[in-house]
Each structure stands twice: as C-alpha cells, then as structure tokens.
T-cell receptor
Framework: DTEVTQTPKHLVMGMTNKKSLKCEQHMGHRAMYWYKQKAKKPPELMFVYSYEKLSINESVPSRFSPECPNSSLLNLHLHALQPEDSALYLC??????????????FGPGTRLTVL | QKEVEQNSGPLSVPEGAIASLNCTYSDRGSQSFFWYRQYSGKSPELIMFIYSNGDKEDGRFTAQLNKASQYVSLLIRDSQPSDSATYLCAVNINFGNEKLTFGTGTRLTIIP
C-alpha cells in the first residue's frame, strides 16, 4: 500500500467555524507533513512530524493546530480562519529515518474554502 | 538568488518529441533531488528521484544530475498529451533532513 489518504476532499467553512482535516498512511512511514498550496504556486511547508513529535513549524499562525495521534494519522485543526487561508491542503509522508533520502509521497489534498 | 529555480514556461512540445525540463539549485551541499508531476487541481505525484551524478532512467523518463554545475534535469521521451502538467523540482538540502525546497514549477504542454 503506497497511498496517503486525506479527508474530506472539499471543505467550506465560515470564519468562526472549527473544523479538522485528516490524513492517514499505512506505509510504515515515520515522518508526516502538512503543506499549503495556492493556485500556480509550489507547495508551502507548514508542519513536519517525525516519530510523532513536531519537528518543524514554519511559523504558521496559531489558527492552524496540528496533531499526530499515532504514526499513521495526522490531523490539522482549523479555527477562526481567514478567507486568504483558502487553498489546497496537502498531507505527505516519508520514511523519516536519518540516513535515507526521504522521498515524500503526497495525498490527494483537501480543497478548503473559507467564506 | 532563489534556492531552487525553474523556468515557469509554458513549455510547448510536439507529441512524440523529447521534453526537457531544467532546474538549478544554489546550495552546493544539496543531497537529493526529486521531480513531481502535478496535474491541474490534483496533488503532486513523485515521478523520479536522483542522488548521484549522472543519468537515471525509468521508462520514458530520464533524470540527469550534475552536482558540479548544480543542475538537475528531467527528459521525457516520446511525449504524450497526458504528460501535459506542471513539473516541480524539489531539493533536499541536508542528508536525512525532512524539508524539501521546491522550485516554482514548469508548465509543460504537449501539442498533438
């Protein structure tokens, strides 16, 4: 199984809502990532979890809150978002071990619209 | 200077021809290099990775790496309309580091 799954595929939320994005992988990978991608731009790294611990936070606003309940699951909790947060949110995973090259595999993404 | 640079295109190539996509990077210590294909509205798909100088072939795709000149390229032979997509070059600057630095992508159009 070489698949990263993400739910939901689409999400529309108001600025006062609280919602969560979910990501799951069953490849035994130990690193998981959240990216944000705006139209015609490359993916922009938000967070990295390595062995279930947050290892990189790219100065993301606190209205985005990541959570890694176990090595296969990654959540992104959303609260009080702004319309400019509308984007494609991508989850990725990689083997995560030091000393290997860490190819990252992306899920299909969640298309988020903030009204 | 941007860390990873790509020509944004669009690059138009006739069907059946060779498409050549280029990427340069600024950090001489970069260790691993990846090519992702992204169709409009979809997520990036890893199609090639290369770590050593030289060529690496997989089907119609060939990745080329020249660390001395700090460039990596992707050749697509016998281009098909289904190859029309944006191709993202990504570089892992530190060995074993989780962070990838992406180029801005090259939009490729294969003309039937």
């Amino acid at each position: 199984d070489t698949e990263v799954t993400q739910t939901p595929k689409h999400l529309v939320m108001g600025m006062t809502n609280k919602k969560s994005l979910k990501c799951e992988q069953h490849m035994g990978h130990r690193a998981m990532y959240w990216y944000k991608q705006k139209a015609k731009k490359p993916p922009e790294l938000m967070f990295v979890y390595s062995y279930e611990k947050l290892s990189i936070n790219e100065s993301v606003p606190s209205r985005f809150s990541p959570e890694c309940p176990n090595s296969s699951l990654l959540n992104l909790h959303l609260h009080a978002l702004q319309p400019e947060d509308s984007a494609l949110y991508l989850c990725a995973s990689s083997q995560g071990d030091r000393g290997v090259y860490n190819e990252q595999f992306f899920g299909p993404g969640t298309r988020l619209t903030v009204l | 200077q941007k860390e990873v640079e790509q020509n944004s295109g669009p690059l138009s190539v006739p069907e059946g021809a060779i498409a050549s996509l280029n990427c340069t990077y600024s950090d001489r210590g970069s260790q691993s290099f990846f090519w992702y294909r992204q169709y409009s509205g979809k997520s990036p798909e890893l199609i090639m990775f290369i770590y050593s100088n030289g060529d690496k072939e997989d089907g119609r795709f060939t990745a080329q790496l020249n660390k001395a000149s700090q460039y990596v390229s992707l050749l697509i032979r016998d281009s098909q309309p289904s190859d029309s997509a944006t191709y993202l070059c990504a570089v892992n600057i530190n060995f074993g580091n989780e962070k990838l630095t992406f180029g801005t992508g090259t939009r490729l159009t294969i003309i039937p």
